[in-house]
């Protein structure tokens, strides 16, 4: 393995790491010579029981300080030609080969790739953020690669390879690049996946991606909303043989449409596109868009089961993670927005604008790069310790302030917002209690967001107390229930889907658990 800068082939082979002065170090020849004897006695170890791979960054995208496929990249290769039996090629750091949809374009790596199937008669696989079959085939029939290495797409669509060879292209579930399952190498939490529910629910919950259990014996089900969790919810209840109608106030998709016309982030609009093609393709399922739902039309739709999925608004009044109680004077201000009137096609009026991001995601930064864009005067603030600072964890926030900063965007770290003016915020430093203040005319709030519940409650009672007087059954999903990520939403619409009429014990584990096999004397 000598890639990602992780392993010793790799620094080995590199000029930036080696400073050796024998048989190891110096000429490319020198560096080069572990990993061809780690090639040549894993090969005599192994004989011909199987085949012996390297991974390799052909070029690490520091220029002169680096290998780079022009030069010392290729000449390990030629070096190295028909040792290996098969070649793994890829590019730069691992935040590099797992770049997201906003900062990478699809098949990337060609360029830096393609030179090394002329140097080399053994198979070649390649990375570079692959989402759609029509790239992945092409990049094959061209001959820039004998394999494509899938990792996120393969998560997204276990089924991918198949759907391809059966020409069931509109099947597969396409990836969206959110990196939401690499966030999980990092919070030390379970696998997700936006575009599937059931990546890490396999041997868990029994979850197969494509077989879901038939039907209870519930019939005739409504769900309200169609944005991430309603959709789900709606195509697996289909799937599951339920005759189900989804109504939407709009045209559907929710948050991920809105999301989508922001920029970087249109690959997120797959979510609703994938579903709602499947809807399409069930006779069982009866979307309804345009449909404004009230109690009344909730009741006389005569349903046996409704689930709640009317999504989530983001709060305009600063409260927060760590604004705990309605910024004093933001109700007074002029011009207070929220991310919902951003995607709404609304800009603010006045040039001078503060985004306050609560939220730590993606989302501040994105709309502070839109403003921008748009020619405001942007300055986000953050209560965290950088911004966008969660977007750590899908290796992306490094990304995210060099962006801001190239397009004159003033950020500040670590400081609270106490109070709003008419012409100015005030905000308390975290660690020193220190007063800021900042010119401003316009405020974009990204803080939290507030459960769309109203239809719920007014069924369920405040105490949800009349939950046992209704003619149906009624359940929250998504955001509705718990504003979160779209892969939370998705998640809890399908675990929804597969949980109505099959409820697990209440007093049981809902999943098998994983023991740690320790041997005892």
């Not at 004093?328 to 919902?340: F, N, S």
């Not at 929804?496 to 409820?503: F, G, T």
Request: with cysteine.
């Amino acid at each position: 393995y000598a890639g990602h800068d992780l392993s010793l082939p790799m620094h080995f082979i590199s000029r930036r790491h080696n400073r050796r002065t024998d048989e190891y170090g110096g000429s490319l020849e020198n560096r080069v010579r572990l990993t061809r004897e780690l090639l040549e006695d894993t090969k005599e170890a192994v004989g011909d029981r199987c085949g012996v791979a390297i991974r390799f960054a052909v070029d690490e995208l520091l220029g002169d300080d680096g290998i780079a496929s022009g030069a010392e990249g290729r000449e390990v290769v030629e070096m190295l030609a028909e040792l290996p039996d098969l070649w793994d090629v890829n590019v730069s750091d691992w935040a590099n080969d797992s770049v997201t949809a906003r900062f990478g374009e699809e098949g990337d790596q060609e360029s830096y790739v393609a030179f090394v199937k002329q140097v080399t008669s053994k198979p070649v696989v390649g990375v570079g953020r692959f989402t759609s079959a029509d790239a992945m085939v092409s990049q094959i029939k061209r001959g820039i690669l004998d394999m494509i290495g899938a990792a996120r797409p393969s998560i997204a669509d276990p089924f991918l390879p198949r759907k391809i060879e059966e020409g069931r292209i509109e099947d597969i579930r396409e990836c969206i690049g959110c990196n939401i399952c690499v966030s999980g190498d990092w919070t030390q939490s379970p696998l997700r996946c936006t575009q599937n529910p059931t990546m890490g629910e396999e041997w868990r919950r029994g979850w197969h991606p494509e077989i879901i259990e038939y039907k209870g014996e519930s019939e005739k089900v409504l769900v309200v909303g169609a944005g991430p969790a309603g959709l789900e919810a709606a195509m697996s209840l289909g799937q599951r043989g339920y005759d189900v109608a989804l109504a939407d106030s709009g045209d559907g998709g929710g948050r991920a449409v809105l999301e989508s016309g922001l920029p970087g982030l249109s690959s997120y609009k797959r979510v609703s596109d994938y579903r709602l093609a499947q809807i399409a393709k069930l006779s069982n399922v009866s979307f309804f868009p345009g449909s404004e739902m009230d109690p009344a039309s909730i009741a006389e739709f005569g349903a046996d089961q409704v689930l709640i999925a009317t999504g989530a608004k983001w709060r305009a009044d600063g409260l927060g993670r760590v604004t705990h109680a309605p910024v004093p004077g933001i109700a007074d201000h002029p011009e207070v927005l929220t991310p919902d009137d951003i995607m709404a096609g609304r800009l603010p009026g006045a040039d001078a604008v503060l985004v306050y991001d609560d939220d730590h995601y993606y989302l501040g930064g994105v709309i502070a790069q839109l403003l921008a864009d748009a020619g405001k005067a942007v300055t986000l603030v953050t209560p965290g310790p950088e911004v966008s600072c969660w977007t750590q964890n899908t290796m992306e926030q490094h990304r995210i302030e060099k962006a801001l900063l190239d397009q004159g965007v003033t950020l500040i770290a670590k400081h609270t917002l106490s109070r709003v003016e008419k012409d100015c915020a005030t905000f308390a430093c975290n660690t020193t209690s220190r007063t800021l203040s900042v010119e401003v005319s316009a405020l974009v709030m990204v803080t939290l967001r507030a459960p769309q519940n109203r239809l719920y409650f007014e069924f369920a009672g405040e105490a949800q107390e009349k939950l046992d007087e209704l003619p149906f059954g009624i359940l929250r999903i998504g955001d509705c229930l718990a504003p979160s990520t779209i892969a939370a939403a998705v998640y809890d619409g399908h675990r929804a889907a597969r949980e109505l009429d099959n409820l697990p014990d209440p007093d049981g584990v809902p999943f098998k658990r994983e023991w740690s096999m320790i041997d005892r004397p």
